[in-house]
């Protein structure tokens, strides 16, 4: 008597490697990505010939109002982080361009007291 021979059945592919595979590339865009803080507030940059592209990534931004956001921070607090600052540490100012100049040129003086005296201002064309 003969006995039907009985296929064999192909071995399913492992899904193991194609996880592994996700989860590498899941942490290694988790790694290089830049997480930075959103603007504390709207600001809308006086206007200028050249467009004047901040290129250093610490940023200072001033609203209409003179109110002043770091990092998150808000008003005393984010003085206190500019407080912590390096001497000398190159700063972007993001102001409103309906900021009057003497509330502009007050919070330039505390800067320059803090030795923050590196400060590019933000404008756009």
């Given at each position: 008597m003969q006995f039907?021979?009985?296929r064999r059945r192909p071995m399913p592919e492992s899904?193991?490697?194609m996880i592994n595979v996700v989860f590498l590339l899941l942490i290694f865009f988790l790694m290089t990505a830049q997480i930075a803080p959103p603007p504390p507030f709207a600001v809308e940059l006086p206007?200028?010939?050249e467009d004047g592209t901040l290129e250093n990534e610490t940023v200072i931004y001033l609203s209409a109002e003179g109110r002043i956001g770091f990092q998150g921070m808000m008003?005393?607090?984010a003085w206190e982080a500019l407080a912590a600052l390096p001497e000398g540490q190159a700063l972007g100012l993001q102001?409103?361009?309906t900021l009057e100049a003497a509330e502009l040129a007050r919070?330039?003086?505390r800067l320059s007291g803090l030795g923050l005296t590196r400060i590019d201002?933000?404008?756009q064309r």
């Amino acid at each position: 008597m003969q006995f039907p021979r009985q296929r064999r059945r192909p071995m399913p592919e492992s899904i193991v490697p194609m996880i592994n595979v996700v989860f590498l590339l899941l942490i290694f865009f988790l790694m290089t990505a830049q997480i930075a803080p959103p603007p504390p507030f709207a600001v809308e940059l006086p206007h200028a010939a050249e467009d004047g592209t901040l290129e250093n990534e610490t940023v200072i931004y001033l609203s209409a109002e003179g109110r002043i956001g770091f990092q998150g921070m808000m008003g005393e607090a984010a003085w206190e982080a500019l407080a912590a600052l390096p001497e000398g540490q190159a700063l972007g100012l993001q102001a409103d361009w309906t900021l009057e100049a003497a509330e502009l040129a007050r919070v330039m003086a505390r800067l320059s007291g803090l030795g923050l005296t590196r400060i590019d201002l933000a404008v756009q064309r």
